[in-house]
């Protein structure tokens, strides 16, 4: 009895120790990465990027998506641990020791796996903004300017709408692959990206998800069954991810651009599309009249998209949507995105400054 005892009390001992040192190699990271954009720049190109890279060489030929795969075992095995952690508390005379050595151990697995987040991906959330990278210039953003790019994108969407394609989720992902070669100085040739359709399906749509990215596989993953005219602008905003880009407004700001970049009507249009849903909310919010009064002057084309989309969200409408958000906010502010899920909305701000900069032109792209 003597001897167990003092078995399990070395092994409360170590995993400790490796726990507390996990803590504080996680403190030092993160301390290391805020100190300075810079520090992030260094994380990006020697850490994450090659790292990225191997794991689309490893992953990157399997057709389906390990990590839904790995989500959903951890989603099973994290109910197993409940209901035997409930066990253990209804026999705690019995169990004590047992549930304590547990918690410790799962706190060691939590660690573990923040370290390997944190190596996979985690310092892109310390990067300079893309704006800034790209020496956007701040100007005055206020109701004048809303219902000037608002009209812009009406204009652009009139324009494009026309000529739009429907691509296959097939040939989306191999148009942005080749673009982001073309278009960006993405790493390595952008031997790093691939989206795959996502095993969850339309199940993603009551989450409110149309695509994520996973930091422990380095997989981008997309709902198949997307709306097709949403689909170019979605696949180029998770490949940003797997480019580098952390803040989910710097990867919509990379994927417009991108976008605006290609010349393909079909990929131009998925962005000002995008582009102005983000807009005409807040135009709304600010005055509903001029917002209506502009959307009048939208093509027949992507009135229809727009009926099709608003038929989506309305079949697919859930609580779980409200749910799932909440904890990708918080995950957000989390890793230092201090707006959270507000921040995809201020890809209207950053693209408006790229259309004033570019002035017209066409632009190569740089990644942090």
Request: overall charge positive; proline content about 3%.
């Amino acid at each position: 009895m003597q001897e167990t005892h003092h078995k399990w009390y070395w092994h409360y001992k170590q995993k400790l120790i490796v726990l507390v040192l996990l803590l504080l190699l996680s403190i030092a990271g993160t301390w290391y990465l805020s100190d300075c954009p810079c520090h992030a720049d260094v994380y990006n190109a020697y850490v994450f990027q090659p790292f990225q890279v191997f794991r689309n060489m490893v992953l990157g030929n399997i057709p389906f998506s390990i990590g839904d795969i790995v989500y959903i075992s951890w989603a099973i095995g994290l109910l197993l641990l409940v209901v035997r952690w409930v066990y253990y508390l209804f026999k705690i005379q019995s169990y004590a020791v047992t549930l304590r050595y547990a918690i410790i151990k799962v706190l060691l697995k939590i660690g573990v796996l923040y370290m390997f987040f944190m190596i996979g991906w985690g310092g892109n959330y310390y990067q300079q903004p893309l704006a800034q990278y790209w020496q956007l210039e701040d100007c005055n953003w206020n109701d004048s300017s809303i219902i000037v790019f608002d009209r812009y994108l009406v204009q652009q969407l009139n324009a494009t709408a026309p000529y739009y394609k429907q691509y296959s989720f097939k040939d989306v992902t191999r148009k942005t692959k080749a673009y982001y070669k073309q278009h960006t100085d993405c790493y390595r040739k952008a031997k790093g990206l691939d989206v795959k359709p996502s095993l969850f399906g339309n199940w993603l749509q009551y989450m409110g998800v149309q695509g994520y990215y996973n930091p422990f596989t380095g997989e981008g993953q997309v709902n198949k069954g997307e709306l097709h005219f949403i689909l170019p602008y979605i696949i180029s905003h998770e490949m940003a991810h797997q480019a580098g880009v952390g803040a989910e407004d710097d990867a919509n700001l990379l994927a417009y651009a991108l976008a605006i970049n290609t010349q393909d009507s079909s990929f131009m249009y998925s962005a000002y599309l995008n582009l102005w849903l983000y807009t005409h909310i807040q135009l709304r919010m600010r005055d509903t009249v001029v917002a209506n009064n502009i959307k009048k002057e939208l093509n027949p084309i992507t009135l229809s998209h727009l009926t099709a989309l608003r038929e989506q969200r309305k079949k697919y409408r859930s609580k779980l949507s409200a749910y799932t958000g909440d904890v990708y906010d918080q995950y957000l502010k989390l890793n230092g995105q201090q707006d959270g899920i507000e921040s995809y909305d201020k890809v209207t701000v950053s693209a408006w400054l790229w259309e004033q900069q570019r002035n017209g032109k066409l632009v190569r792209l740089y990644i942090p």
